[in-house]
């Protein structure tokens, strides 16, 4: 039986039957080195975070308004504020929003109530994203946290 399939899926292309012939041009000979040239270059990483905006703004602590990119999550998280306390720390808030009742931001001893629109699990993974966030914001806006609105103009 030499030159026979022995049985159908042999016959059908799985066994002893010699490849199928095609006609046409022969492919092109593709050497290692045209492959190299070809081949696309890797792209930069991206930083881990980024700020992509900033607007300024100044009333009380507030000092101004981010978005920043989280591009390892793929996250953004717009209207981060930056806060100068009293005693001159410095810090960046997730993104709140303003707690309404009945109609009208709820206020409690003269000051508006906020809610977090998201948070962090604990404190230590907020002041990291701050001083992070912050030392980012200053590389590119030195006078960023200056109670001076001129300051940054």
Request: with cysteine.
């Amino acid at each position: 039986m030499s030159g026979l399939a022995r049985d159908a899926a042999t016959a059908y292309g799985y066994g002893d039957k010699p490849p199928r012939r095609r006609r046409g041009r022969p492919q092109p000979v593709v050497h290692q080195q045209q492959l190299a040239v070809d081949r696309p270059r890797p792209a930069r990483p991206k930083p881990a975070i980024e700020v992509i905006n900033y607007r300024r703004v100044v009333s009380g602590a507030l000092r101004a308004f981010i978005d920043v990119r989280w591009n390892s999550a793929g996250l953004v998280f717009r209207d981060c504020a930056v806060i100068v306390g009293a005693d001159g720390k410095a810090w960046c808030g997730l993104p709140s929003a303003p707690v309404i009742v009945d109609g009208r931001h709820y206020v409690i001893n003269g000051k508006k109530q906020y809610r977090p629109a998201v948070e962090w699990r604990d404190r230590d993974r907020s002041d990291r994203f701050s001083e992070r966030v912050l030392t980012l914001l200053l590389n590119i806006y030195p006078d960023a946290l200056d109670a001076d609105a001129e300051a940054a103009a």
